[in-house]
Each structure stands twice: as C-alpha cells, then as structure tokens.
C-alpha cells in the first residue's frame, strides 16, 4: 500500500521526536503536530498495521526499518529543500513550512538535481 503525504508526516515527526527523546508516545506526537488524540490514534494504528511502527504493551513507539527509510527520506527533503529556500533569500520559517509541502510531492529526479547543486555550490 502507497503511503499518504499524512503517514509520511507522522513518520518524520516519530523520527524527530525520537532524536530527541528516548521514547515516543501517541501524546508526544499529538502535542508536536497539534492533532487530537483520536486522530493520532488511527493513525498510529494504520501505521502499525502496514509494518512502519511497532507499538510496545507501555506505549512507545518505535519505527520499523521500513518505517525509518520512509522517515529518513522525507526529514533529509525537509532539510535540504529549507536549507536551499533560505539560501534564496525566504526566510527560515517560511521555508520551513513550504519545504513540508513540498516534500511530499517533489519528484526523486527534481530532488536529487536540487541536492546536487546545493552540494556543487556548498
């Protein structure tokens, strides 16, 4: 199954959180994102169901390898396509939050070109 613009969303936010904490919860991820607990909760659910997280007895979270690989990706987009919008001139928070659209539905091909030439030009 093709995971949606939303699934990635929470897997970025369960790797970011994960940085930063020792464990995650549903709670951690309603506060970071703002969503309600209900909605958090089907989405944990769908998320477990299709192999991305595990969820332990206590509550914590945990990415799968698959689950990390989907994260991993979109939180390097996130950086790289913020850092290349501050570079021209937007300011960080805007770019912060185009960058979040973006991501989601820039192509591998436009990606990469827009990596290489931050990377050609660092």
């Given at each position: 199954?093709?995971?949606q613009e939303s699934g990635e969303m929470y897997l970025e936010t369960i790797l970011v959180l994960s940085q930063k904490n020792q464990f995650?919860?549903?709670i951690d991820v309603c506060e970071y994102m703002g969503y309600s607990k209900?909605?958090?909760s089907r989405a944990v659910g769908l998320l477990k169901k299709d192999g991305f997280i595990t969820v332990e007895k206590d509550g914590h979270i945990f990415l799968t390898?698959?689950?990390r690989a989907?994260?991993?990706k979109?939180?390097?987009r996130h950086t790289i396509l913020t850092e290349m919008l501050?570079?021209?001139g937007v300011s960080r928070e805007t770019a912060s939050n185009d960058a979040c659209r973006i991501e989601h539905v820039v192509?591998?091909?436009t990606f990469d070109a827009i990596k290489n030439h931050l990377q050609k030009y660092q």
């Open positions: 199954m093709a995971l995650v919860r549903s209900p909605s958090v390898e698959k689950g989907v994260a991993e979109i939180l390097s501050v570079r021209l192509s591998d091909e």
